[in-house]
């Protein structure tokens, strides 16, 4: 089964471009978060959608924007970028949204996108 | 105070020796709790997650849960080179996992 699959892989930006980040989840799951990490730190929480709704929003500003399809692939939008949006971006998809589950689901990570913005 | 502290540094070890990592977190309603492995450049891989307080092994990786103190820790034993990594600990709630900032492992042929 393929897991959870994100493109591009690269992406180079200017300051001030829109960047749209896609992901597909792993088959039958139907929650997908989205994560910023930059260079030396843990992963930070952007998104969580579950059911093409949103369950969770981070401490990012309104730039930052996503959403679910149908089909349970999400985007994630980043306007106006700046030089510290320059990050990996990571996409994770599991079984159940997390306050959902009574034992939360574990999250399976995609490759990630990395954005550079010049 | 963040919610989840890392604050060891890079930890060296010998191949075969027993590496300890530890990771504390503040939100006492947190319900599961992650360890994931990081090489270089590459996306976050699950490698353990436990929801109940003690030990639970998996293989070479122990992780170990003390809710009351608010700790959750991972050893790995008989430590191969393809261990150099870094682990990161995530601690689930409130629909989102919330991530240290990650141990470096080296382990040193």
């Known amino acids: 089964d393929a897991g959870v699959t994100q493109s591009p892989t690269h992406l180079i930006k200017t300051r001030g471009q829109h960047v749209t980040l896609r992901c597909s989840p792993i088959?039958?799951?139907?929650?997908v978060s989205w994560y910023q990490q930059v260079l030396g730190q843990g992963p930070q929480f952007i998104f969580q959608y579950y059911e093409k709704e949103e369950r969770g929003r981070g401490n990012f500003p309104d730039r930052f924007s996503a959403r679910q399809f149908p089909n349970y692939s999400s985007e994630l939008n980043v306007n106006a970028l700046l030089l510290g949006d320059s990050a990996l971006y990571l996409c994770a998809s599991s079984a159940e949204a997390l306050a959902r589950a009574a034992n939360n689901s574990p999250l399976h990570f995609g490759n990630g996108t990395r954005l550079t913005v010049t | 105070q963040k919610e989840v502290e890392q604050n060891s540094g890079p930890l060296s070890v010998p191949e075969g020796a027993i590496a300890s990592l530890n990771c504390t977190y503040s939100?006492?309603?947190?319900?599961?709790f992650f360890w994931y492995r990081q090489y270089s450049g590459k996306s976050p891989e699950l490698i353990m997650f436990i929801y109940s307080n003690g030990d639970k092994e998996d293989g070479r990786f122990t992780a170990q849960l003390n809710k009351a103190s608010q700790y959750v820790s991972l050893l790995i034993r008989d430590s191969q080179p393809s261990d150099s990594a870094t682990y990161l600990c995530a601690v689930g709630g409130n629909n989102r996992l919330a991530f240290g900032k990650g141990n470096q492992v080296v382990v040193i042929p």
């Open positions: 939100d006492r309603g947190s319900q599961s």
């Open positions: 088959s039958g799951h139907k929650s």
